[in-house]
């Protein structure tokens, strides 16, 4: 009876150890490893349009800490256009389970004189969902925090890769998914807001029927739109267009092309 006893706590201890994980876990339904996307970027000068520059994501299955992940890329590059009004060279890094539990984030962000590295790293011991934060200063200061939040935490681009595998199917206009942000130095409510479908033209000629998000944050107790997301209504959603409200303007990525996507792309239309 006593090693029977002895038995079922350590059943209970391990379940419980990978609990944490679980809990964040969510099942990918909507791309695959070698998935990659292009786009054009624009920014709103002197209230014309102009393009600034190119960005890419890229996606594929590699190992984290010795465990099968995804690794997920995405990279901003501005052109001579662009460096004449503001100077900006962003590049963002996650890994996640292939479950879609983050791992790890790094971006690393070169806007004007500013040049600051965030990263987040994720551990799910006894239960729990703890995060570690640093933020390097363009001086060498870092910023450096670790929290025990309680619940399911995420940035900016493992919530991306999350929230494409969102089922919208029964989801009105309004509908709202809440979640909490981290970055470098900072842990903030966050909202994902569905506004509704509409056809969408891509740098690349086709149009798309999309389904149209909104992305907002709480800082310093006020709401703010950061992005607002136009992906593709099919089992992929790939961002389509892609609006972002900035501190020093605003841009508008267009989507120029894809390839390796896991499903079949229904969404195109006349």
């Known amino acids: 009876m006593r090693h029977l006893k002895i038995f079922m706590l350590t059943a209970v201890a391990l379940v419980m150890a990978g609990t944490a994980a679980a809990q964040c876990n969510f099942r990918n339904t909507a791309f695959k490893s070698g998935e990659f996307l292009s786009y054009n970027l624009y920014f709103n000068w002197k209230f014309v ?3 600034v520059g190119t960005a890419s994501m890229y996606v594929v299955q590699s190992k984290y800490d010795g465990k099968q992940a995804y690794r ?3 990279t901003t590059k501005g052109n001579s256009k662009m460096d004449k009004i503001f100077v900006m060279r962003d590049t963002l890094l996650c890994y996640s389970t292939t479950d879609l539990a983050p791992l790890y984030y790094r971006k690393g962000a070169l806007e004007g004189e500013r040049y600051t590295v965030d990263e987040v790293w994720y551990s799910y011991p006894s239960g729990n969902c703890n995060i570690t934060q640093s933020r390097l200063h ?3 200061r870092r910023d450096k925090r670790s929290l025990s939040p309680g619940e399911c935490v995420y940035d900016m681009m493992n919530m991306f890769l999350r ?3 969102f089922d919208p199917a029964n989801w009105k206009s309004g509908y709202v998914v ?3 942000m981290a970055d470098g130095n900072s842990l903030n409510p966050a909202k994902l807001k569905f506004l ?4 969408v033209k891509a740098d ?3 149009k798309y029927r999309c389904l149209e998000l909104s992305y907002t944050e709480k800082d310093k107790g006020e709401w703010r739109e950061i992005a607002r997301f136009f992906v593709t209504d099919d089992a992929n959603h790939v961002p389509v267009r ?3 409200f900035l501190k020093f303007g605003s841009a508008k990525a267009f989507l120029t092309g894809m390839k390796g996507t896991r499903n079949k792309i229904t969404s195109k239309t006349k």
């Open 72 to 74: 997920a890329s995405l």
């Open 163 to 165: 929230a494409r595998s």
């Open 242 to 244: 892609l609006d972002m």
């Open 178 to 180: 809440d979640f909490r």
């Open 138 to 140: 363009k001086d060498g």
């Open 49 to 51: 349009w102009v393009k």
């Open 196 to 199: 509704g479908r509409t056809i």
């Open 204 to 206: 690349n000629g086709v």
